[in-house]
C-alpha cells in the first residue's frame, strides 16, 4: 500500500518568515492534493497536482510535484497567522478515482 | 462557502444505539463520495467508497455491517454507525468526488466533519 511522509510533523515558524513542507510518497505519485485542516474541522482544498514538474500558486501558497524523486513540497512565503493549522498531503494509490491516502500532517504555528 | 454538508457536527450517545450522519453535495452531483475516519492527532483512514446506486466499497478491516452506507441520490451518502460502543468514538468527515465543470474533476471536497462520542 502507499505511504505518504511528512516531514516536519511540526513546525513553529516567526510571522513573515518563509516556510516549506515536503511529502513523499512509498511509491509513484500520479498526482498529489494538499489540504489544510484545523484541529477537529474538515479539510479546505488548497490544490491538486497531477503531472511531473507542476508548480501551482495560489495566493502565498506555492505547491510543485517531483515525480521522479515521489515528492512534493509545500512553499508559504510571507506566512501570516491565518497559514496555521495542519497541512496534510493525500495521494490516490494506483491514479484511479479512489478515496486519498494521507500523509500525518504538518502542524504548523505562526508566532507573531 | 462550503460545498459539502456534513450533518450533525457533534453527537453523543449511549452505548447500543445508533448514529447516522449525513453528507451532502451542495452545488453539484458526486457520483462518488467517501467516508474517513480520523483519530485524535492522526491523519485520515479512508473507510469506505460510496457509489451513487450501487453498494460501497469498504477498505479492508472495516465492517460493512456495522457501517452503513447508502448513496441514494447524486447529492446525498449517508454514514450509520450501528449499536455505536465508545471504541467507536471519533472524528468521521466525508468528501464528495467533483465531476467536470464548476467542480474540478477528481478534486474531493471535504465536509467539515462529525465528532462522535459514544458514552
Known amino acids: 500500500s502507499q505511504e505518504l511522509e511528512q516531514s516536519p510533523q511540526s513546525l513553529i515558524v516567526q510571522e513573515g518568515k518563509n516556510l516549506t513542507i515536503n511529502c513523499t510518497s512509498s511509491?509513484?505519485?500520479?498526482?498529489l492534493y494538499w489540504y489544510k485542516q484545523k484541529y477537529g474541522e474538515g479539510l479546505i482544498f488548497l490544490m491538486m497536482?497531477?503531472?511531473?514538474?507542476e508548480e501551482k500558486s495560489h495566493e502565498k501558497i506555492t505547491a510543485k510535484l517531483d515525480e521522479k524523486k515521489q515528492q512534493s513540497s509545500l512553499h508559504i512565503t510571507a506566512s501570516q497567522p491565518s497559514h496555521a493549522g495542519i497541512y496534510l498531503c493525500g495521494a490516490v494509490p494506483g491514479g484511479g478515482a479512489d478515496g486519498l491516502t494521507f500523509g500525518k500532517g504538518t502542524h504548523l504555528i505562526i508566532q507573531p | 462557502g462550503a460545498v459539502v454538508s456534513q450533518h450533525p457536527s457533534w453527537v453523543i450517545c449511549k452505548s447500543g444505539t445508533s448514529v447516522k450522519i449525513e453528507c451532502r453535495s451542495l452545488?453539484?452531483?458526486?457520483?462518488?463520495m467517501f467516508w474517513y475516519r480520523q483519530f485524535p492527532k492522526q491523519s485520515l483512514m479512508l473507510m469506505a467508497t460510496s457509489n451513487e446506486g450501487s453498494k460501497a466499497t469498504y477498505e479492508q478491516g472495516v465492517e460493512k455491517d456495522k457501517f452503513l452506507i447508502n448513496h441514494a441520490s447524486l447529492t446525498l451518502s449517508t454514514l450509520t454507525v450501528t449499536s455505536a460502543h465508545p471504541e467507536d468514538s471519533s472524528f468521521y468527515i466525508c468528501?464528495?468526488?467533483?465531476?467536470?465543470?464548476?467542480?474540478?474533476?477528481?478534486?474531493?471536497?471535504f465536509g467539515a466533519g462529525t465528532r462522535l462520542s459514544v458514552l
Open positions: 511509491k509513484t505519485l500520479y498526482g
Open positions: 497536482l497531477q503531472k511531473g514538474g
Open positions: 468528501s464528495a468526488r467533483g465531476t467536470s465543470g464548476s467542480r474540478g474533476k477528481n478534486i474531493q471536497y
Open positions: 452545488d453539484f452531483q458526486a457520483t462518488t
